[in-house]
């Protein structure tokens, strides 16, 4: 048996706390559970701004070691090379909606429990064996082809670029508008799925071959595949949010179905699309607060104002060509309350409005 007593005792260093260790200075703020390291918009910052603004690392902040990692071939972080858009402070755009993680499930759980009510009261009333057949067909058709126009728009629109933008905020607002487009492409395929079941004479799968080869969709259809080939953040932004969803979605979604479905006996599919065009008026609200700060930025704003009216003329043609192919659509419901010439004339004139908005010239497309 080892006698321990015999074994060496191993010495270790006194610790001596130096007072540089961190954490340790004490100063007027050390217990407070505010950020103090930007401006706030207002007054007082907002929980918002405390877990949006900064997050994302920029060099001409905090790394004042520079990017403190890159990619391989090229260069690190966040490239502001990444779109032709400049801007002289991109973390001047704060969100309107001040949407972050917590808002992202709040809101999107309301808007699930909206429609799960809105279907399961819609079966239990046996809603659907009212609608007649012109709006079946209708719905099967149209309704179900532009699901794949969201879904596509959502999975490879903003979700491809949902981590490009120099900015947190920026990326906190695109990744939301991935969210809504992908939420809201479920909610008409589970409709789509509801309306099979529903004992009426429902294709459920027509709308893979409308998408695919109905001639009114094929435009439509070509520049949501041309939006995917876009790899410049903003431009993808502003021809999808500015651009695309105001002469094509809105015309689809709001001067369509939200006009004519009660007309038809439908009070189900406007409250579906209602969260749609709720969705869109959010990520609009942040597109339009973004793309403003940069028309009107002190250094950059002349020249952003000349590459928007390019992007202008590069989509709104092909945005136009899609909306004028959709008209036969308008002919197809049995209670045509609305003229496709309406329709697109409303979708102009709120396209104008938002133009003014941003403090961009209109495009002479529009007037012919």
């Known amino acids: 048996m080892v006698d321990i007593t015999d074994q060496k005792t191993r010495s270790f260093p006194t610790i001596e706390f130096t007072d540089s260790e961190a954490?340790?200075?004490?100063?007027?703020?050390?217990?407070?559970?505010?950020?103090?390291?930007?401006?706030?918009?207002?007054?007082?910052?907002t929980m918002y701004e405390d877990v949006t603004v900064d997050v994302q690392p920029?060099?001409?902040?905090?790394?004042?070691?520079?990017?403190?990692?890159?990619?391989?071939?090229?260069?690190?972080?966040?490239?502001?090379e990444w779109t032709k858009a400049q801007s002289s402070n991109w973390h001047a755009f704060l969100d309107p909606n001040e949407e972050w993680e917590q808002t992202i499930y709040?809101?999107?759980?309301?808007?699930?429990?909206q429609v799960s009510l809105c279907l399961e009261n819609a079966k239990r009333a046996r809603a659907y064996e009212g609608w007649n057949h012109a709006w079946v067909t209708f719905i099967q058709r149209n309704l179900g082809a532009w699901m794949h126009a969201e879904n596509g728009i959502a999975l490879h629109v903003f979700?491809?670029?949902?981590?490009?933008a120099p900015t947190n905020m920026i990326n906190n607002a695109v990744a939301v508008a991935a969210a809504?487009?992908?939420?809201?492409?479920?909610?008409?395929?589970?409709?789509?799925?509801?309306?099979?079941?529903?004992?009426?004479?429902?294709?459920?799968?027509?709308?893979?071959?409308?998408?695919?080869?109905?001639?009114?969709?094929?435009p439509t259809r070509r520049a949501v595949e041309e939006l995917t080939a876009v790899g410049d953040w903003a431009e993808l932004t502003f021809a999808t949010n500015i651009v695309f969803e105001q002469l094509v979605g809105q015309l689809f979604r709001s001067?369509?179905?939200?006009?004519?479905?009660?007309?038809?006996?439908?009070?189900?599919?406007?409250?579906?699309?209602?969260?749609?065009?709720?969705?869109?008026?959010?990520?609009?609200?942040?597109?339009?607060?973004?793309?403003?700060?940069?028309?009107?930025?002190?250094e950059h704003g002349a020249a952003n104002k000349?590459?928007?009216?390019?992007?202008?003329?590069?989509?709104?043609?092909?945005?136009?060509?899609?909306?004028?192919?959709l008209q036969?659509?308008?002919?197809?419901?049995?209670?045509?309350?609305?003229?496709?010439?309406?329709?697109?004339?409303a979708a102009k004139d709120k396209f104008r409005t938002l133009l003014e908005e941003i403090g961009l010239d209109i495009p002479k497309e529009l007037d012919q």
């Open 23 to 45: 954490g340790a200075l004490e100063f007027p703020s050390s217990k407070s559970r505010t950020y103090n390291y930007y401006k706030p918009a207002k007054l007082r910052a």
């Open 58 to 80: 920029d060099p001409d902040r905090h790394l004042t070691q520079g990017w403190i990692y890159g990619f391989g071939n090229g260069p690190g972080g966040y490239p502001k």
């Open 106 to 113: 709040r809101n999107n759980s309301a808007v699930v429990r």
């Open 159 to 164: 979700t491809s670029i949902q981590r490009s």
């Open 180 to 218: 809504h487009k992908m939420r809201f492409a479920q909610d008409l395929a589970l409709y789509n799925l509801d309306l099979s079941e529903a004992g009426i004479d429902f294709d459920g799968g027509a709308h893979r071959d409308v998408w695919q080869n109905a001639p009114e969709w094929q």
């Open 255 to 298: 001067e369509l179905v939200m006009q004519i479905s009660a007309r038809n006996g439908d009070y189900i599919t406007p409250t579906l699309v209602g969260t749609g065009e709720n969705d869109y008026a959010r990520d609009l609200a942040a597109s339009r607060t973004l793309f403003q700060l940069l028309v009107r930025d002190e």
């Open 306 to 325: 000349e590459l928007f009216g390019r992007w202008l003329s590069t989509w709104v043609p092909k945005c136009l060509a899609a909306a004028q192919a």
């Open 328 to 345: 036969p659509i308008w002919s197809q419901p049995a209670e045509k309350t609305i003229t496709f010439a309406t329709s697109l004339d």
